[in-house]
C-alpha cells in the first residue's frame, strides 16, 4: 500500500511558478513509477509527467514540456512538479499517483489533489 499526500498548489499569476511536493507513505515507494496528472472543470483528468523508480527516465505530455520537471527523492519518499512559465490553461487539480509504468497512466494509487490556479 502506498499513501500520498500532495501540497504546494495555490494561486498564481501568469508567467509564476509552483512547485508541488507528494509525500509518500509505504514500503514500495521506492520501487514505484511515480506521476503526476491534472483535471480542469469539465475536462478529462491528463497525465502530465511521469519518472521511474530511480529518476533517470521521465515522461511528459506535450503541453507542458520544456515547463514542468518530474523530480523524487527516494530518501524522503517524495516527488516534486516544477512548474515554470504557467499559463492560465495549467489551472486544475493536481493529483500525485503511483504508477505501474512511468510513461503510462496506469494508476495503481491516487493521492487526495492539490489545487493550481493560474490568472491571467
Known amino acids: 500500500q502506498v499513501q500520498l499526500v500532495e501540497s504546494g498548489g495555490g494561486l498564481v499569476q501568469a508567467g509564476d511558478s509552483l512547485r508541488l511536493s507528494c509525500a509518500a507513505s509505504g514500503r514500495t515507494f521506492s520501487r514505484s513509477a511515480m506521476g503526476w496528472f491534472r483535471q480542469a472543470p469539465g475536462k478529462e483528468r491528463e497525465f502530465v509527467a511521469g519518472?521511474?523508480?530511480?529518476?533517470?527516465?521521465?515522461y511528459y505530455v506535450a503541453s507542458v514540456k520544456g515547463r514542468f520537471t518530474i523530480s523524487r527523492d527516494n530518501a524522503k519518499k517524495s516527488v516534486y512538479l516544477q512548474m515554470n512559465n504557467l499559463k492560465p490553461e495549467d489551472t486544475a487539480l493536481y493529483y500525485c499517483a503511483a504508477l505501474r509504468y512511468y510513461n503510462t497512466n496506469f494508476v495503481d494509487y491516487w493521492g487526495q489533489g492539490t489545487q493550481v490556479t493560474v490568472s491571467s
Open positions: 519518472i521511474n523508480w530511480s529518476g533517470g527516465s521521465s
